[in-house]
């Protein structure tokens, strides 16, 4: 670990904020079948199997990988690519995008268009972090963790090419 990073969101924070999402999400969807927990693989999964498991709610649980960067890149290209495609039929599901962090929001972009042409009754997105002043495309952003200033963040799932993922907290590199 890199002795200049700091810690941006601690562990007990992260899961008290999960616990809170969770019970909106369940409020909401408290009468509607056929819900959908999409995790965007890889950064999304400490989140969404942690806020699966918070959620009362029966739900079925899928994925998608897009690549957001190219190799050694730090900042999202508008040129998404699917490298996974959804791996369950959502017609009519309520889908719920559960996503680790929306920068530019190319790649949520990307992901709502995928989804849209599988035709579900309802979608919305659940995102652990945002970083607004970063947005060049306009996406919904219906349950948020945390909004956060442009730091380029590590840990609870997100990586600096593919490290730090284990960290069981968020944290940034002082510059
Ligand atoms: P966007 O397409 O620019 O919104 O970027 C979304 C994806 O880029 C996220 O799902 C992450 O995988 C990655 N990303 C964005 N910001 C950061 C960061 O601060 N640290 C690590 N990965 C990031
Ligand atoms: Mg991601």
């Known amino acids: 670990m890199p002795n200049t ?3 941006l969101i601690a562990s007990d924070v992260i899961q008290n904020r999960i616990r809170e999402l969770a019970a909106t999400i369940d409020h ?3 009468h509607l ?3 959908v927990l ?3 693989l890889t950064g999304a999964i400490p989140f969404f199997d942690a806020l699966s498991d918070a959620l009362t709610i029966p739900h079925e649980k899928a994925s998608i990988r897009v690549s957001s960067y190219g190799v050694g890149s730090r900042l999202s290209t508008g040129d998404v690519q ?3 495609p959804i791996n369950m039929p959502l017609y009519n599901a309520h889908v719920i995008i559960v996503e680790d962090i929306i920068d530019t929001g190319y790649s ?8 849209d042409s599988e035709s579900p009754a309802s979608v919305s997105v659940c995102a652990l972090l945002s970083k607004p002043t970063r947005r060049i495309v306009d996406v919904p952003i219906d349950y948020l963790g945390f909004s956060i200033e442009d730091h380029f963040v590590f840990g609870y799932g997100i990586d600096v090419d593919q490290q ?3 960290l069981d907290y968020i944290g940034y590199f002082e510059t």
Do not use: G
């Not at 949520?108 to 989804?115: F, K, R, S």
């Open 38 to 40: 999409v995790c965007v």
């Open 164 to 166: 730090y993922r284990e």
């Open 33 to 35: 079948q056929n819900v």
């Open 5 to 7: 990073h700091k810690t």
């Open 28 to 30: 909401d969807y408290a």
């Open 82 to 84: 699917v490298l996974q």
């Open 108 to 115: 949520m972009q990307a992901v709502l268009e995928l989804i």
